[in-house]
């Protein structure tokens, strides 16, 4: 027989043991719902957990949204249910309201449990003023059921705010029958719903920030939209091109790209970087982003060579050694020249040596007066502007202009990533690269680039050629981008390999059905494009 020290040895033994597995159990729920990433069936799981603590048959979780408690999952051994969650049951029930005419809703156990922020323990809810007891009623008739106890408990997070209710029915004794849910089971319970309502506030953190720093991306693409609608509209259009094309590769199961596969954290990340990809624009000043002509600085410098025309011709008129016919072949002669830098200083067409020539042919042959200082036509600096052989940009605006990718690299990587993160300046900053290694502004090939940082080069470059909204050029069709970006491939200036995808899944049709205006859609022959044959 033991002594009453032996029992008490062995009692305290069994406790330890018991308090040991107790605590693996929540150790083992907790690291589970540390891991789940979706909302719906984290909230199911939690309910699962706390059914299977307290044994209870039945069990309802809700999220709080604002002033109401929404359905989320609902389970009953005993009657074969499972609605909402992951059962692909639409759930049955209404919203709860907290508030009824500005009052607290006391016609809801977990409306009180909600609004009083406190666990309600009800042993029968036949017995119960706080249940209506004609709906329980109504619905144990209809089921063939017997409500018996009830644990409701809410969820607060770490200001004792309400993110959920949790509401166990029938907890089970050891031969399956109902019963009260005992003292120590209301513990567990409510050590549960204090664990499963931290993980739920961290998560919702996480998802506000990321929602914040989303939101601000978007932002700074916005303030650049502000400085410049041109660029601003490619700030919102690649990331959109960029998303395209990641998904079409990533739904590719053959080919060099079938191993590429995208998490939902993946994609987040690439999205961010996506609209970062021209931060570095906001330092960009506005006369060099905007150059809509050669001449454009404030305002079209045109208007000042016009004008000295003007001088040049009255000077032409004036000028007493030339006879009518001498004076008519000279003004004529202005007028073409004045034509001709009009139409050069578009910068839509290739200026040729022969053509820059003629440009500094007309600064020579044209001297006026002004204020009794004799100058040309175009001052020195107007020369080299229209003498810029492609665009708008003379050699140091284009300088100021690709400093921007620079400007981004520095920008991102000055800010501290989480590591989820932690390669958006490597997307972002990486979209001037070549495959070959001749691009700006670290000279990287392919086999340094990420997959990601190669798919926003092709995003970026495509919708560069098919932009609408750019001042300074005319938007391109669809089969001239893509030859364009053919012969881009083949010099190894683009991955071949993601020019190849985003002409097989057609991405470049399903960003043009988004953006591009119907005139640039035209038909695409395949055989006009290099190496495509």
């Not at 079938?258 to 998490?263: K, L, N, S």
């Not at 305002?299 to 000295?308: E, F, G, K, T, W």
Request: glycine share 6%.
């Amino acid at each position: 027989m033991a002594t009453i020290e032996q029992s008490t040895d062995q009692s305290n033994g069994q406790s330890t043991e018991q308090n040991i597995g107790q605590l693996e159990h929540f150790v083992t729920i907790g690291l589970a719902l540390a891991r789940q990433t979706d909302q719906t069936q984290l909230l199911e799981q939690i309910l699962q957990s706390a059914q299977q603590i307290s044994k209870a048959e039945g069990g309802t979780i809700y999220r709080c949204n604002g002033q109401q408690l929404e359905f989320a999952t609902l389970i009953n051994h005993r009657l074969g249910l499972h609605q909402g969650g992951t059962s692909g049951e639409s759930p049955q029930q209404a919203p709860i309201p907290l508030l009824i005419d500005g009052k607290p809703n006391d016609s809801a156990v977990v409306a009180i449990a909600a609004n009083q922020q406190q666990p309600i323990v009800i042993d029968d809810v036949y017995q119960s003023a706080l249940v209506n007891q004609q709906k329980a009623r109504d619905f144990d008739q209809q089921m063939g059921y017997r409500t018996q106890s009830m644990l409701t408990v809410p969820l607060l997070d770490h200001q004792a705010d309400v993110t959920g209710v949790l509401q166990l029915i029938n907890c089970l004794n050891d031969v399956g029958q109902p019963q009260p849910f005992p003292a120590e089971v209301q513990r567990q319970v409510l050590a549960l719903a204090s664990l499963a309502a931290m993980v739920i506030t961290n998560k919702q953190l996480v998802r506000d920030l990321e929602n914040l720093f989303e939101a601000l991306s978007r932002l700074l693409a916005q303030a650049i939209d502000e400085k410049s609608p041109y660029t601003g509209g490619h700030c919102r259009r690649v990331p959109a091109l960029t998303m395209m094309l990641a998904e079409a590769c990533s739904a590719t199961d053959e080919g060099p790209m079938a191993g590429f596969v995208m998490t939902p954290a993946d994609v987040h990340e690439l999205s961010v970087a996506g609209w970062l990809h021209d931060c570095g624009k906001i330092a960009t000043p506005e006369y060099v982003m905007d150059k809509a002509t050669k001449l454009h600085g404030l305002h079209d410098n045109i208007a000042l060579v016009a004008a000295r025309f003007e001088i040049a011709s009255r000077d032409i008129e004036l000028n007493s050694q030339l006879d009518a016919t001498s004076k008519a072949q000279q003004l004529e002669q202005l007028r073409l020249d004045l034509s001709f830098l009009r139409s050069s200083n578009i910068g839509g067409e290739f200026m040729s040596w022969e053509l820059q020539k003629r440009v500094r042919e007309i600064a020579e042959r044209y001297q006026i007066s002004i204020g009794g200082v004799t100058q040309s036509v175009l001052t020195a600096d107007e020369v080299t502007n229209m003498c810029v052989e492609r665009g708008t940009l003379n050699n140091e605006e284009r300088r100021i202009i690709n400093r921007h990718i620079e400007v981004t690299i520095d920008m991102l990587e000055s800010l501290p990533f989480p590591k989820h993160l932690r390669n958006v300046p490597e997307y972002a900053g990486g979209h001037h690269e070549k495959m070959d290694g001749t691009g700006y502004p670290r000279g990287l090939k392919k086999e340094q680039m990420s997959v990601q940082a190669r798919i926003m080069a092709i995003a970026d470059i495509f919708e560069a050629l098919t932009a609408n909204d750019r001042p300074y050029k005319k938007a391109k069709t669809l089969s001239e981008s893509l030859r364009i970006l053919g012969f881009m491939a083949q010099d190894q200036h683009i991955d071949v390999d993601l020019f190849r995808v985003f002409i097989d899944k057609k991405v470049y049709l399903q960003f043009a059905e988004e953006f591009l205006g119907p005139e640039q859609i035209d038909d695409v022959d395949f055989n006009t494009i290099p190496g495509w044959q």
